[in-house]
């Protein structure tokens, strides 16, 4: 069941796609109520999985040193927040899940192109950075310390976002299965791969870790990466098809003001 407040950000949410209704049907109120990540859903997840990141990022600092980066432990929270956010929105889903009979058509969803560019230039981008100051610096231990978070972030993104993609659709009709589609472009941005490129700005911000003239280089890794996964976002949000979304607008007509003669 959605609450009041989970019906009017589904009523916004419908006239942002162009699709303004009064009411949504019984089911898309229930679909578009599995998009509110409510505090008290999330903060049991947000408890256990902070508690593993705190213990994991301090492991992770002894394995490596002074010499890691100081980022460890801005990536081990993302870890948690993206897990966390993932397993509440997927425990609605599953509820609903469990009242609707499977969509009969295909359930195989793709991230769009500049979603898989902003993954590429996170992952790929920030291990070519990383294998040039291990091997071109002094700065070793920095290097293969990034390394490895690149590679648990990447891991961490890629469970999110599988969850997503191999979910059952959750769809009755043309409509919620266009709905379904459009929460599932949304969804896929939990995977965040920015999420992998801001924490080293921090090493910048300090100048304690980066060899001289590198610094300008992970700005220039982590702003292009935010960028793309930006423009990413932005075209994912695009107009739902015409269909039958729920009860429509009432009509205004319009009120004739005008002075009236009446005759004798």
């Known amino acids: 069941m959605s ?3 989970e019906r009017a950000m589904s009523l916004r949410w419908l006239a942002s796609r162009g699709r303004p209704v009064a009411a949504p049907t019984p089911f898309l109120d229930a679909l ?9 859903r999330v903060l049991p997840w947000l408890l256990l999985f902070g508690a593993l990141a705190t213990a994991g990022s301090i492991g992770y ?18 870890f948690a927040i993206q897990l966390a956010i993932w397993l509440s929105a997927r ?12 969509w009969p ?13 902003s993954a590429a230039l996170a992952y790929g981008g920030g291990a070519a950075l990383a294998l040039v100051l291990f091997f071109a610096t002094p ?12 590679l648990l972030s990447a891991l961490c993104s890629g469970c999110v976002l599988a969850g997503f993609l191999r979910a059952p659709v959750l769809a009755v009709d043309e409509p919620s299965l266009a709905v379904y589609r459009a929460l599932l472009a949304e969804n896929v941005h939990a995977a965040a791969p920015a999420l992998a490129a801001v924490p080293p700005i921090l090493d910048v911000a300090l100048g304690n870790r980066l060899p001289a003239g590198y610094g ?31 009860d429509p607008l009432p009509v205004q007509t319009d009120v004739d003001w005008s002075p009236r003669s009446f005759g004798a």
């Open 3 to 5: 609450t009041e407040a």
């Open 139 to 150: 700065a070793r231990t920095y290097a293969a310390s990034w390394l490895g978070l690149l």
């Open 105 to 117: 058509g295909a359930t195989h969803e793709r991230p769009g192109g500049w979603f898989v560019a």
């Open 32 to 40: 578009l109520a599995t998009r509110n990540v409510a505090i008290g």
């Open 216 to 246: 300008g280089w992970l700005v220039a890794y982590a702003a292009l990466v935010v960028a793309t996964e930006l423009v990413a976002y932005v075209r994912s949000r695009r107009p739902l098809p015409p269909g039958h979304y729920g």
């Open 61 to 78: 600092h002894e394995l490596f040193g002074p010499g890691a980066t100081v980022g460890t432990p801005a990536y081990f929270a993302c």
């Open 91 to 102: 425990s609605r889903q599953r509820a609903l899940a469990k009242q609707t009979r499977r």
